[in-house]
């Protein structure tokens, strides 16, 4: 048991999180946000360079090989700094997408370009009534030829009006709740039929809903299995739980400094506001919330890799169910410390405080993954 | 990073699950299950058993009896200890005054009573609250003045868990009344329960037991060689013996041997023309407490594993998380047991077990263990002082 970093892991920590404090603070990421696709080509740019968009890819498809734990490292460091940039949607997902459900083909013709920058992905998953189940999907793949045509509507799909290419989940066959008959397919962004409607998300990010009307697509399109795809979906998407989780961690970290820091120095009644032991209690429940976050996230980073999938989404669920507590405690608590100043826009810590939120919302909440763990017995039930 | 056990460590955990199984006398593993109070008999029989096998004192040093396990590895049995469920060595004894004996006692010292600790030849209690002086524990009053050979010591220590066994207290005392500050001026006294002028009396805790005592010194006579250290420095080597008493205290264990019951009671225990293992409400409470814990024992091994790391005998300031989130736990596992057992809690136990009376099942001891366990939040620096600790050590507030 070592819960230490090996050498690369460390280096990889203080490069990744050396770029961001050297180019990345809060007035950055505003000109990012106010850029015109709503993140920033040059920050896409240095992460090419530094290699952190090839980092979970094969060495065989011109990735570096690495794992969970370096994915985590990177996330926690995104966090931290709050990057809008879509590396969760294009590197994580998109690239989760190709790395376990990929053909030789697929991967060859997107890796590649994920790994210079070039080209950007985005997940279309979410649907009008699915919420989080991932098994709920109206939208229809029908047979045409050896291809497919995509028919439905998709909302909330981050980097969605940039993405070159999007990964849709579309149902080849069953009803719309059924585990089988969910299919995934490679769908270019300026494919005939699609369409995409972007919006700013509550974290200042960017999301759009998109239409898929009568989209052809050939055989090719398809990732994995056509008609059995779910199982290659609930992997990538707790791959995406536990990114999103450590990305939580990183911004509670450093909510949590943010706030320590104004109890240091603002007065009132003639002295810091830190020294009153009520603002004391609130500060060390909120490093308790925090640790207990960071905890479970550990254990869920290292469930990425079991072999067993139910035993890899139950850890992960218990995973994000910590986190969701741990960050709504946080959040909330760390507007409240700051007293007024906490509310305004003009202000960081609100703004931690909102994409906090948004990842409780993300791919299944607490009280979602709770039941799904209850619903099966609880954590501990072998 | 690698979060599972080596294979050394896997093989080490089930050699000790092996030896626990046979090891605990059956009696005492079921008095534990059941939450009963274990009488001194069962404690010193344990004890005896674990030195004989070499295990008594494994966190002390070799040359003291410790087996030279690393931080894992201890962590390993303790948890084993406690999904045996096997008696937790009396702590006073093994945790506490050892390692302040063999740091700061001379030779004679530590070569009489440390061996008679690990066969609890000796049984140690903790001198150290006082009905003025609780988690300000530097206000003590009880008082050690030096005539001679002698200390005469005037006062009155509380809360002094099973005293009623005690054949030793260990004390902190002001030997320096005049000193410069309050924490200056005290004294680690070892005193002998037979001394004349001692008496022991009883408190009885809101769930019926008699765990506690109050403990009057009354001019009571106590060798000067009975000095740990120096004098007036007593309250280093308390400081130190606290920190000490904070690592374990998670018990993390402990609590998933409750859990693992109540999962057995809640298969039993019928709601709705069903076991309520299988209400969904109760289900979700039982998860939310596993989820906890699990997020804890994370933050446990990172502790242990952290250890390697740091300067010996001092504390991460991280283990106040563990007091705090394992108490918290602790106490919700004793909660969970309630609602399982539902309006069944109400019937009082009246007597020690002699088969007579009809409730003498263990479940009149369900509701005495939820009152039992308000204390963990309170003892060991309550989780109000932890709060400090962290804001102060941590935050830096």
Avoid at chain 1, 325 to 347: A, F, N, P, W
Avoid at chain 2, 219 to 245: M, Q, S
Wanted: glycine content about 10%; proline content about 3%; hydrophobic content about 40%.
């Amino acid at each position: 048991m070592d819960f230490d970093l090996s050498e690369e892991q460390r280096l990889l920590k203080d490069s990744v999180e050396g770029l961001l404090n050297d180019g990345y603070d809060f007035e950055q990421r505003k000109k990012n946000i106010a850029a015109k696709k709503g993140w920033s080509d040059d920050a896409w740019k240095k992460f090419a360079e530094q290699g952190l968009l090839g980092l979970p890819f094969a060495e065989a498809d011109g990735g570096f090989g690495a794992g969970a734990i370096e994915t985590m490292i990177v996330m926690e460091a995104m966090g931290k700094a709050l990057v809008v940039e879509p590396y969760l949607a294009t590197v994580v997902i998109g690239g989760g997408f190709l790395r376990h459900g990929g053909s030789d083909a697929q991967r060859q013709a997107h890796i590649p370009s994920i790994i210079d920058g070039s080209k950007t992905l985005a997940f279309a998953q979410l649907e009008k009534n699915s919420r989080y189940d991932l098994g709920d999907v109206a939208t229809a793949a029908k047979k045409k030829g050896s291809g497919y045509v995509i028919s439905g509507e998709k909302f909330v799909v981050a980097n969605g009006e940039t993405a070159d290419t999007f990964v849709v989940t579309a149902r080849t066959k069953g009803g719309q709740r059924d585990r089988a008959g969910v299919g995934v397919f490679l769908v270019p962004a300026d494919a005939k039929g699609v369409r995409a409607k972007g919006y700013p998300t509550q974290d200042g990010l960017r999301a759009a809903n998109v239409t898929f009307e009568q989209v052809e697509v050939g055989a090719d399109a398809a990732l994995g299995d056509p008609e059995n795809g779910l199982p290659l979906v609930e992997r990538v998407v707790d791959e995406a739980r536990i990114a999103l989780c450590s990305e939580a961690v990183g911004a509670m970290d450093e909510s949590l400094k943010t706030t320590i820091e104004y109890l240091k120095t603002r007065q009132q009644f003639g002295q810091n506001i830190g020294k009153f032991q009520a603002l004391q209690h609130r500060g060390s429940d909120m490093f308790v919330a925090l640790e207990q976050a960071r905890g479970i996230t550990m254990y869920g980073t290292m469930a990425v890799s079991y072999d067993n999938a139910e035993e890899r989404a139950t850890a992960i669920a218990a995973t994000k169910v910590q986190v969701g507590r741990s960050l709504k405690y946080i959040g909330q608590q760390s507007i409240q410390l700051h007293g007024g100043v906490g509310m305004t826009m003009e202000y960081k810590i609100g703004h931690y405080f909102k994409r906090l939120t948004m990842i409780e919302s993300t791919f299944g909440d607490a009280d979602y993954h709770l039941r799904r763990i209850a619903a099966q017995g609880g954590l501990f039930k072998n | 990073m690698d979060l599972s056990y080596s294979k050394e460590e896997v093989a080490f955990r089930q050699e000790v699950r092996d030896f626990f199984k046979t090891a605990v006398p059956a009696e005492t593993r079921k008095k534990l299950q059941e939450g009963r109070h274990l009488s001194k008999e069962d404690m010193v029989t344990w004890q005896r058993i674990l030195n004989k096998k070499g295990w008594a004192v494994p966190h002390w040093p070799k040359e003291w009896g410790g087996t030279g396990w690393d931080a894992v590895k201890l962590y390993i049995f303790n948890e084993e200890l406690q999904l045996a469920p096997a008696p937790q060595p009396l702590a006073f004894g093994v945790n506490m005054l050892g390692p302040v004996l063999f740091n700061v006692a001379n030779e004679e010292q530590k070569k009489y009573y440390l061996p008679r600790i690990a066969n609890l030849d000796d049984w140690w209690c903790q001198g150290f609250s006082e009905p003025g002086a609780g988690s300000d524990l530097a206000s003590l009053k009880t008082k050690a003045e030096r005539k001679g050979d002698v200390y005469v010591v005037n006062g009155q220590k509380t809360w002094t868990t099973l005293a009623q066994h005690a054949d030793w207290i260990f004390c902190l005392v002001r030997t320096d009344p005049n000193a410069k500050n309050r924490q200056s001026g005290i004294s680690f006294l070892l005193v002998d329960m037979k001394s004349r002028g001692i008496t022991v009396r009883p408190i009885i805790t809101i769930d019926g037991g008699h765990e506690v005592n109050e403990v009057f010194f009354d001019n009571v006579e106590v060798p000067v060689a009975n000095l740990v250290g120096e004098e007036n420095k007593g309250w280093d080597y308390g400081k130190f013996l606290l920190g000490n008493e904070r690592t374990g205290i998670a018990r993390i264990g402990a609590s998933k041997e409750r859990l693992r019951r109540i999962r057995q009671l809640a298969a039993q225990v019928q709601s709705g023309g069903k076991p309520i293992i299988e209400d969904q409400r109760f289900l979700e409470k039982l998860t939310a407490v596993e989820i906890e814990l699990k997020a804890l024992e994370m933050n446990q091994m990172r502790v242990v594993a952290g250890e390697k790391h740091r300067e010996k005998g001092k504390p991460d300031p991280a283990s106040s998380i563990l007091k705090i989130k394992g108490s918290e736990l602790q106490q919700a596992t004793t909660e969970l047991m309630m609602d399982v057992i539902g309006p069944f809690a109400a019937p009082a136990n009246t007597g020690e077990s002699d088969g007579s009376n009809e409730l003498d099942d263990w479940t009149t001891m369900i509701a005495p263990g939820y009152f039992n366990y308000r204390k963990v939040s309170i003892y060991g620096g309550s989780n109000e002082i932890q709060r400090n600790i962290i804001a102060k050590a941590v935050l830096g507030l």
